[in-house]
């Protein structure tokens, strides 16, 4: 198995403009998460989805900040428009088909300027 | 409010040496614990799960212990290398949810 895949690995953008990363989640996997990682924060849940459905969106900081699964294979977490203190690395990850370990990918690197 | 910490927050010993990494967790009714590894740019992977029924799982030169009464968990490193230079996170998974709420991390280094 290829593992999660995320993309891009690295995006650097202006300040306004928007924002979309990308994930594939491991085949057979109904659980999908996306994390944020900062120095100062950790790592922060900021939504998750069960069968392509979100059950929690709380940890989505603001309006600005939406993610979609439109099928099993797929999840898109989008931002506009962006701000500098959007930078940090996310992560998708996922688990299911029985087991309970999460799985991440390598992440994607968000520089907004 | 749930939280996981991890503490000390970075951790230097020679190599050879069996160490100990510390998790706390503020909530009892907790589902399940893993344990992962995070080498620079790179993803998390999972060491060690811990279901709630558990008290301990081993892989290879790694233990990890639960202790749902006190809140705290542990990841025993033995015989320690320079290639287990990493951080080393928790993550908790309380009952009723299937969020799981990370530590901050042990940045772990191993001297040659």
């Known amino acids: 198995d290829a593992g999660v895949i995320q993309s891009p690995r690295h995006e650097v953008t202006e300040m306004g403009q928007e924002v979309t990363l990308r994930c594939k989640p491991i085949s057979g996997h109904d659980y999908l998460f996306w994390y944020r990682q900062t120095m100062m924060r950790g790592l922060e849940l900021l939504i998750y989805f069960n069968n392509n459905v979100p059950i929690d969106d709380s940890g989505m900081p603001e309006d600005r900040f939406s993610a979609k699964m439109p099928n099993a294979s797929f999840s898109t977490l989008k931002i506009q428009p962006s701000e500098p203190r959007d930078s940090a690395v996310y992560f998708c990850?996922?688990?299911?088909?029985?087991?309970?370990?999460?799985?991440f990918g390598n992440g994607t690197r968000l520089t907004v300027t | 409010k749930q939280e996981v910490t991890q503490i000390p927050a970075a951790l230097s010993v020679p190599e050879g040496e069996n160490l100990v990494l510390n998790c706390s967790f503020t909530?009892?009714?907790?589902?399940?614990l893993q344990w992962f590894r995070q080498d620079p740019g790179k993803g998390l992977t999972s060491l060690l799960l811990?279901?709630?029924?558990?008290r301990e799982q081993t892989s290879g030169r790694l233990n990890a212990s639960l202790d749902k009464s006190s809140g705290r968990s542990t990841l025993y490193i033995a015989a320690s290398q320079p290639g287990d230079s990493a951080t080393y996170l928790c993550?908790?998974?309380?009952?009723?949810?299937?969020?799981?709420?990370f530590g901050t991390g042990t940045r772990l280094k191993v001297l040659a």
């Open positions: 811990i279901q709630s029924s558990q």
């Open positions: 990850a996922s688990s299911g088909g029985g087991g309970l370990t999460l799985h």
């Open positions: 909530d009892s009714a907790i589902y399940n």
């Open positions: 993550a908790a998974r309380f009952s009723g949810t299937y969020k799981y709420i």
